[in-house]
């Protein structure tokens, strides 16, 4: 069975850093698309960020282009975002979801929730202002 833990969440103030990880089991995790979403109250579920555990390819939101940074760890499974320079309207519960990538390879559709099957329960990210 794949499952899907999120850790790292929490209360910060704007500015400041969380880490999030994301800990895979039940599937070998190389060749697999790893997305990080979220979702604000009231609002739809949006990508964030994914990555390619085979080769390393990153896609981002363009609300987080320069602030946020994924990257993988395939030893351990885990995917990170390392969030940096945080805004209140990052305020949300972050998920992080996989999929098997095909033969193209990671692409930019990546960034949304209909590409993936399987998902982790969220954790929390509040960011003061």
């Known amino acids: 069975e794949v499952q899907l833990v999120e850790s790292g969440g929490g209360l910060v103030q704007a500015g400041g850093s969380l880490r999030l990880s994301c800990t895979g089991s039940?599937?070998?995790?190389?060749?697999?698309?790893i997305g990080w979403f979220r979702q604000a109250p009231g609002k739809e579920r949006e990508g964030v960020s994914c990555?390619?555990?085979?080769?390393?390819?990153?896609y981002y939101a363009d609300s987080v282009k320069g602030r946020f940074t994924i990257s993988s760890d395939n030893a351990k499974k885990t995917v990170y975002l390392q969030m940096n320079s945080l805004k209140p309207e990052d305020t949300a519960v972050y998920y992080c979801?996989?999929?098997?990538?095909?033969?193209?390879?990671?692409?930019?559709?990546?960034?949304?929730?209909?590409?993936?099957?399987?998902w982790g329960q969220g954790t929390q990210v509040a960011v003061s202002s």
């Open positions: 979801a996989a999929d098997f990538l095909n033969d193209y390879g990671l692409g930019y559709q990546y960034l949304f929730p209909y590409e993936y099957e399987h």
């Open positions: 990555v390619s555990t085979s080769d390393g390819t990153t």
């Open positions: 039940g599937f070998t995790f190389d060749d697999y698309a």
